[in-house]
Structure formats: structure tokens, C-alpha cells
């Protein structure tokens, strides 16, 4: 009878594991491509993108229903994005691109998000998306939590981690630590079964140490409940910058 019991919880862990896994393969999270985090240009380009293949196009999102699209600048004011268009690549799919000119040395911290209330035929949804931009070296405040419902909040910026070091986060739920899984993908990694290649947990005070083990453009993805999600991007090179 035990062993009946036991293999009975053994198929329900699987089950409930195989099912969170391929949700989480098929969700839409809310990401922002930028093409260069070491920015120099006088113009920094941000483009909001709601799909779950990073970085790629998916489906369309306007800036209506985006609840804000902003920056935080290196001291920490932020500042709304006005100059928007849509870079369409279909009828429905394609990006919602913003520029701003930076104006100081520094590192601004992107950020947009949209919610979506429930009704009976969908659940309550929100997804909150932000992105690191330096522009040489200055004061920064990507630290600072925003007060999103969920966020990802990086403790050292990443123009200062190199291939194959940590990169720690902290993750908070209505302004509480969240132990929960941090997932992380990066440009020219693809699977439509399984858009994340590696992933970590964060412990009871929301801590979560993820190794880079390579350079390039990286997407970190947190989801707690039904639909809640927020995504952090980043560029790390092979040395230190």
C-alpha cells in the first residue's frame, strides 16, 4: 500500500512538473531588445517585443497597451519615452520601438509593461520588461527597485561582469523577496520546445546567482502565479569593459 502511495506522489510531481515546464515553454513574456548595451550613439533604441523566443519578433504590441514605456536615467529620475513607432513585420507581429537621447555618461535601466485585466474567459495578466544601457562610465541606479508588481533587480551592473562569472539579482513580489525559478536564455540560442537553455532558483530573500558562461546579449525570466512575469536584458563581454 505504501508503495502504491509513493508511486502515486512520484507520477504527480512529474505530471505537475511536465506540465509547469511546458507552460512555461509555450508563455509570452514581455522582453526589450537593444541592439547595443555600450551605447555611444547619440540615441538609444529600445524596442518592446511580446513573444517566448528571444530576441525574436513575435507578436505586435502597441504602445496603447503598454500601462508605461520609461527610463531611469544614472541618477535615478525617470523619464517617458514619447518618440514611439511600430516596426511591423507582418500584421500582427513586429515591435514597438522608442528613442531617447541620453544625457549624461552612465547607465540607464529601460523598462515597460502592460497589464491586462481578467474576466471569466482570461486571467488577470502582467508583465513587466527591463533592459541595461551604458554610456561610459558614471553614476547608475539600475538597483533601485521600481515598485513593479514582480521585478528583477540586478546588484552589479553588468558592464562590470565578464564570461564566466555570476551575475546576481534579486527578485521581489509586491515588494517581498520571492524564492522562485529564474530562467535565463541569450541571443543566438533557439528551441521552440524549450526557449531556456539554463536556469537557477532564488532563495528566501530573493537572491539568485546565475553564471554567464559566455558573451553576448541575455534575457533573465521570472514568473510567479497564474501570469505574472518580468524579464531583465543585458550584454556581457569577454572582459571587463
Known amino acids: 500500500m505504501k508503495k502504491e502511495i509513493k508511486k502515486c506522489i512520484i507520477i504527480l510531481l512529474a505530471s505537475s512538473m511536465y506540465f509547469i515546464m511546458t507552460g512555461l515553454s509555450f508563455a509570452h513574456d514581455l522582453w526589450i531588445n537593444v541592439d547595443n548595451h555600450t551605447s555611444t550613439k547619440e540615441k ?123 551575475i546576481s539579482v534579486k527578485i521581489l513580489f509586491e515588494g517581498k523577496p520571492l524564492s522562485t525559478y529564474l530562467y535565463a536564455t541569450y541571443a543566438g540560442y533557439y528551441s521552440e520546445d524549450e526557449p531556456f537553455p539554463f536556469f537557477t532558483k532564488s532563495n528566501e530573500d530573493g537572491i539568485a546567482n546565475l553564471k554567464i558562461p559566455q558573451a553576448g546579449i541575455y534575457m533573465l525570466v521570472c514568473n510567479h502565479k497564474v501570469d505574472f512575469s518580468a524579464s531583465l536584458t543585458f550584454q556581457v563581454f569577454e572582459g571587463s569593459k
Open 44 to 166: 538609444i533604441i529600445a524596442k518592446v517585443v511580446f513573444g517566448h523566443n528571444f530576441p525574436y519578433y513575435d507578436i505586435l504590441i502597441s504602445r496603447d497597451s503598454l500601462a508605461e514605456f520609461s527610463y531611469l536615467d544614472p541618477e535615478g529620475q525617470k523619464k517617458i519615452i514619447t518618440n514611439t513607432w511600430e516596426d511591423k513585420t507582418g500584421d500582427r507581429s513586429g515591435a514597438l520601438v522608442g528613442e531617447f537621447i541620453p544625457d549624461q555618461k552612465g547607465s540607464y535601466l529601460i523598462t515597460a509593461y502592460r497589464k491586462v485585466k481578467g474576466d471569466r474567459q482570461h486571467v488577470a495578466s502582467e508583465k513587466y520588461a527591463k533592459s541595461i544601457v551604458s554610456v561610459g562610465e558614471g553614476k547608475s541606479s539600475i538597483s533601485k527597485p521600481l515598485g513593479h508588481r514582480i521585478e528583477i533587480i540586478p546588484l552589479k551592473d553588468p558592464k562590470d561582469i565578464k564570461a564566466g562569472d555570476n
